[in-house]
């Protein structure tokens, strides 16, 4: 099944990138061809919040079951979150360079997700120093939860209670997504391919983890 999936994705997210690159796009603000780098970026930061969230969540298991695989599932989670918020963060400042004249301004946005690569950076610096597994294990899952309760507000609070000069072109004060249907479409189906990344990705370091787990047994 997870190699169905794997030639699916790979065909599913190379027309993304064909229809994201050679279609028309409507005026979106001033932003022009620039406005393409939301088929990217956003679903990068999205999928990033998506893998931080479930690191909670798998962090929360292991404290209720003690099962060994869901602390490998949070930190399997963690590090995708971290390496889609590295993603998320080199398509904004490409995205940064050409709007704002320099890759890095220190924008609330900017910001906050900087400071969530950081969080979890420490999160894999705690990993490596400790020793014990069954340690490790409780101090990785007592922080991937308060770690994660931090992710909505760095991604939806704090940048909305700064000013900032991030643009929000997708969706309005009320709510409304403000784009035409094919460029919507290609959107969405971005944000499915990168969603199924995740999912796939995921699902292949679980394998694994489980794999080194029989063998250790």
Do not use: C
């Not at 064909?18 to 620039?34: L, N, S, T, Y």
């Not at 035409?180 to 189906?189: D, G, Q």
């Amino acid at each position: 099944m997870s190699y169905v999936l794997k030639y699916f994705l790979f065909v599913w997210l190379t027309a993304v990138i064909i229809f994201a690159i050679a279609a028309p796009i409507p005026a979106v603000g001033d932003m022009g061809e620039r406005a393409r780098i939301l088929y990217f970026h956003v679903p990068a930061a999205w999928v990033s919040t998506v893998a931080f969230i479930m690191a909670l969540f798998y962090g929360a298991m292991y404290i209720k079951k003690r099962d060994i695989i869901y602390d490998h599932k949070a930190s399997s989670s963690a590090a995708l979150g971290l390496m889609f918020a590295v993603l998320a963060t080199i398509t904004g400042a490409i995205w940064a360079r050409f709007e704002w004249g320099a890759f890095w301004n220190w924008d609330p946005r900017q910001t906050s997700i900087f400071v969530l690569i950081l969080i979890y950076g420490a999160y894999f610096a705690l990993r490596s120093a400790v020793e014990s597994e069954e340690q490790r294990a409780k101090l990785s899952s007592v922080y991937s939860i308060l770690a994660g309760i931090t992710v909505p507000f760095f991604i939806f609070v704090f940048p909305r209670i700064v000013e900032s000069l991030h643009p929000d072109p997708i969706v309005n004060s009320s709510g409304k997504v403000k784009m035409n249907t094919n460029m919507l479409l290609i959107f969405l189906s971005s944000l499915a391919g990168f969603t199924g990344i995740y999912a796939w990705m995921m699902n292949l370091r679980v394998r694994i983890a489980k794999l080194k787990l029989r063998e250790g047994n």
